[in-house]
C-alpha cells in the first residue's frame, strides 16, 4: 500500500491526467489513449480514495459523471440524475463491494440481477401516453443533449409502447404474484401513464460495424475505431440521415419512478412487455457463486456474440433496497459493474534490467507493479534495445501504458509523462555485460548493444540447466529450450529468479498452458530445501563435482560452515586437495558470485547434512554401464547414505565396482586390480 505523502501527491496527478483525457474524449471526441488505459487510471484514483478518504474532493473525475453536453444540441435536463456505475476489476472486489453493503444492511438477504453490459452509450428515452417525444445522452448526468431525431432512427426503439394482451398482463402477475403491486402494473401496461422514462444503451452490431467501415473507407472517410465511438459518433450526428444509414440498436434496462414492481427482474420483464429489447442473457442470481459462474460463462461466449460487452452489470435485486442505499459521489451504492480484463492497463515501471540473448545482445526488460491484463498478470515488459527506449521516453519510475494482445508478449505503448514526479531515473545501458561482466559494444547502425563475449549466453544458459540437473537440484521439466526463453524474456537472469516465477510468467511461452505452467511451478517451489550435497554441486563451481560435494556436505555440515571455510580445513578433506580448495576460496571470495549467491539463499535453504555412519562406512564404490532398476544416481545415493564414498575412477582403493549393461573401461581395469565386481543384483543384496 502507498504511503499517505505518496497516494496524496499520486491522486493530483491521477486527477490532472484524468480530467486531461475526458475533454479529448467527451468533448474533442479524440481520445489519445484507450479507454481500457483511461478506465485504469480512473480505477487507480478509485482505490486511493477509498485507501485514504481524506484525500477525496468534490471535483475529483470520481465524483462526477463523465461527460458534458457538446454544443450544437439543444440541452435537456434530466428529471433523474443519470449516475453512472462503479468498476471492478476482479471477484475479490465484487466481494467487497457485496461486504460493504451487508454491513450496511446487516439484516437483509441479498440477491442480484446481473446483466451484460454492453459498449454502447448511455440514453434517456421519454414517452408521453405511450408515445416517444424525446431522447437525450448522459451528459454530465444532469444535462444532457437531445437527439431525439438520431434515436427515431434506431428500429429497436419503439415510437409508441406496446400494449400487452391480457393474457401476457396476467402471467406477468402470475409470475410475480405477491411481489408487486398489481393495480400500479396494470396501470403500467395501459398506454395511458402519463409520462414514463426508459434508459438504455445505444450500441452499434460487430457486423454493423465492419459494413461501416468498409463504406467509410470507400469514401476515403476516417473510420470508427471501436464501437462506443461509433455509437458516440453516430447518436452526436446533427443530420438523422447519417444517423439513419448507420442503424444503431437500443437495449434497454432502466425504468424511472414507481410503477408498483419491486424488483429488477420484475422491471426488465415489464420492459420486455412494453417493446424494448432487453438482454436475454440477463437474470437473477440468487448469491454471487451463481453471479461468477455467469460472469465466467459470459466471458467465453463474449466472442460469438453480435454485439460488444465490456463485463457484467450488478445490481442489487430488491429496488426498495438499491433505493435506501442511496449514493456516494456519482455512482449508486446497490451497483457494480464487474469488468472483463482489458487488453491495456497502466501501471509503474519499478525498474529496468537486461537480460543477455543467444545472440550476446543485451536486451533491457522493464520490471513493473503487477497489472492484470486478458488472462494475465503481467510484470515484465521487453523494451527490445536502447534506441525503442529512447522512442518510448521511459524511465524508471514512469506510469506507462502496458498491453498485452494475444499471445504476444506484453509491451509498454507509451509513457504518461503527466504522472511524472521529477523522481524519475533515465536507464543506461550497462557497459560490462550483466552476466559474465565483458565489455558490451554497439556496432555504427546497428540498434543492439551486443557481450562481446562469444560465449557468454550458452555459459549463462549452462549454468543454469547444470543447477536444475539430475544430480544437482533435479527440477524437472526445465529443458534448455525453456531455460532459453526464459533467459531471452529477462525472466530468469539467475538461479534465485526461477523461484520468483509465477504461472502467468509461463502462460505465453512457447508449449505453454495454464495447468503445465502451474505444474512447473509448483516444481519448482517443492525444490527449496535440497541436501546440501545437491546444492553445492549445483552452484556449479569450478572443479566441484558431484563426489566431491557430497564429500563436502558431510564433513561441513552446513552451508554456512563451509561457506566460511580456510584453505587448509578444506584440504583436509578426503579428495579436496589444492586446486579444489583454491577453487572454493575463490568462489566463496567473489564479489559477484557472492551476491548471487545471497539473493539464492533468500530463496532456498539447503538442508543440514548429516555424517551418516552406516554399515557401508569406509568402502569405496565406482558404478559404470547403466542398471535396470534403478538410475546411476539413486544407486549412488543408497550408497552413500548407508556410509559409503563413491568415486569415478577405478583405483586399489576401490571395494566394489558395480557393472551393469554395456560396461565402460572401468570393469577391466577392476579386473587387472583385483577389485570386488558386483552385479546388480549382488548390489541390491547388499543394499537391502
Ligand atoms: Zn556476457
Known amino acids: ?77 434530466h428529471a433523474v440524475r443519470m449516475l453512472s456505475i462503479e468498476d471492478a476489476f476482479s471477484f475479490d472486489e465484487v466481494e467487497a463491494w457485496r461486504d460493504r453493503l451487508q454491513k450496511l444492511r446487516p439484516r437483509d438477504v441479498f440477491d442480484f440481477y ?53 393474457q401476457e398482463v396476467a402471467g406477468f402477475l402470475k409470475r410475480f404474484h405477491g411481489a408487486c403491486d398489481e393495480s400500479l402494473v396494470r396501470r403500467l401496461f395501459r398506454s395511458s401513464i402519463g409520462e414514463l422514462e426508459v434508459r438504455g444503451e445505444a450500441y452499434m452490431t460487430k457486423a454493423q460495424l465492419v459494413r461501416l467501415n468498409t463504406i467509410l473507407k470507400k469514401r476515403g472517410e476516417p473510420e470508427l475505431a471501436n464501437p462506443r465511438n ?41 420492459l420486455a412487455l412494453l417493446g424494448f429489447p432487453v438482454n436475454p442473457i440477463g437474470r437473477r442470481c440468487e448469491s454471487l457463486g451463481v453471479v461468477k459462474a455467469v460472469f465466467e460463462d459470459l466471458g467465453k461466449r463474449r466472442e460469438k456474440l453480435a454485439y460488444w460487452i465490456d463485463g457484467l452489470v450488478l445490481s442489487v435485486n430488491d429496488l426498495a433496497l438499491q433505493e ?52 494475465t498478470t503481467v510484470t515484465h515488459a521487453t523494451l527490445h534495445n536502447e534506441d525503442e527506449i529512447r522512442r518510448l521516453g521511459v524511465k524508471i519510475g514512469d506510469t506507462v501504458i502496458v498491453e498485452k494482445a494475444g499471445d504476444v508478449i506484453p509491451k ?46 550458452a555459459q549463462e544458459l549452462a549454468r543454469l540447466l547444470h543447477f536444475v540437473s539430475r ?44 495447468v503445465s505452467a502451474k505444474k512447473l511451478v509448483d516444481e519448482i517451489q517443492a525444490h527449496r530445501h535440497p541436501p546440501l ?35 587448509e580445513e578444506l584440504m583436509a578433506v578426503e579428495g579436496v586437495g589444492e586446486i579444489v580448495a583454491d577453487s572454493l576460496v575463490t568462489f566463496f571470495h567473489d564479489r559477484r558470485e557472492s551476491d548471487r549467491l545471497n539473493r539464492l539463499l533468500e530463496v532456498v535453504t539447503p538442508q543440514r547434512a548429516e555424517k551418516k555412519i552406516g554399515k557401508l562406512e569406509g568402502t569405496t564404490w565406482v558404478f559404470t554401464g547403466s542398471l535396470t532398476s534403478l538410475s546411476r544416481e539413486e544407486a549412488k545415493e543408497r550408497v552413500r547414505a548407508m556410509g559409503a564414498d563413491v568415486s569415478e575412477t577405478v583405483s586399489k582403493k576401490t571395494t566394489y565396482v558395480v557393472v551393469g549393461d554395456d560396461p565402460g573401461s572401468k570393469a577391466e581395469k577392476a579386473q587387472k586390480l583385483g577389485v570386488e565386481i558386483l552385479t546388480e543384483a549382488d548390489f541390491l543384496k547388499k543394499v537391502q
Not at 447519417?242 to 432502466?254: N, P, Q, T, V
Not at 442511496?326 to 446497490?334: F, L, Q, S
Request: with cysteine; proline share 5%; charged share 25%.
Open 1 to 77: 500500500m502507498m504511503d499517505h505523502t505518496t497516494a496524496a501527491s499520486r491522486v493530483l496527478k491521477l486527477r490532472k491526467e484524468i480530467d486531461r483525457y475526458r475533454y479529448q474524449y467527451h468533448v474533442l471526441n479524440a481520445l489519445e489513449i484507450s479507454e481500457a488505459a483511461l478506465d485504469a487510471l480512473k480505477h487507480e484514483l478509485y482505490t486511493l480514495e477509498q485507501q485514504y478518504p481524506d484525500l477525496i474532493t468534490p471535483d475529483s473525475p470520481t465524483q462526477r459523471v463523465a461527460g458534458e453536453a457538446a454544443s450544437g444540441f439543444v440541452k435537456v435536463t
Open 412 to 457: 509498454i505503448i507509451r509513457v504518461l509523462p503527466g504522472m511524472r514526479t521529477g523522481k524519475e531515473k533515465p536507464f543506461r545501458m550497462p557497459t560490462r555485460c550483466p552476466i559474465c561482466g565483458s565489455p558490451v559494444s554497439r556496432k555504427e547502425g546497428e540498434v543492439a548493444t551486443v557481450c562481446t563475449n562469444r560465449s557468454c549466453f
Open 324 to 375: 435506501s442505499l442511496g449514493v456516494v459521489g456519482k455512482t449508486p451504492r446497490a451497483m457494480v459493474a464487474w469488468k472483463f480484463p482489458a487488453e491495456q492497463g497502466t501501471t509503474i515501471v519499478r525498474d529496468i534490467v537486461v537480460s543477455v540473448g543467444r545472440t550476446g545482445a543485451l536486451t533491457p526488460v522493464a520490471v513493473m507493479d503487477p497489472v492484470k491484463l486478458v488472462g
Open 114 to 166: 446481473a446483466d451484460p453490459k454492453m459498449d454502447g452509450l448511455a440514453m434517456s428515452l421519454l414517452y408521453r401516453d405511450g408515445r416517444f417525444i424525446r431522447g437525450a445522452t448522459r451528459g454530465d448526468g444532469r444535462v444532457g443533449e437531445d437527439v431525439t431525431q438520431n434515436l427515431r432512427t434506431i428500429e429497436a426503439i419503439p415510437m409508441q409502447l406496446r400494449i400487452p394482451s391480457d
Open 230 to 270: 461509433a455509437a458516440a459518433g453516430t447518436i452526436r450526428q446533427l443530420d438523422a440521415r447519417i444517423a439513419a444509414e448507420r442503424k444503431l440498436s437500443f437495449m434497454a434496462y432502466g425504468l424511472i419512478g414507481d410503477y408498483g414492481l419491486q424488483t429488477m427482474e420484475q422491471r426488465y420483464a415489464a
Open 471 to 514: 544430480p544437482a537440484l533435479d527440477i524437472r521439466g526445465l529443458g534448455d529450450k525453456i531455460m532459453e526463453q526464459l533467459i531471452q524474456e529477462g525472466l530468469v537472469r539467475e538461479e534465485a529468479d526461477l523461484y520468483a516465477l509465477i504461472p502467468d510468467d509461463l502462460i505465453g511461452l512457447e508449449g505453454f498452458a495454464d
Open 533 to 567: 550435497g545437491r546444492f553445492l554441486n549445483a552452484l556449479g563451481i569450478r572443479h566441484v563435482g558431484e563426489e566431491t560435494a557430497a564429500d563436502l556436505a558431510t564433513r561441513f555440515g552446513t552451508f554456512a560452515s563451509l561457506r566460511s571455510a580456510t584453505k
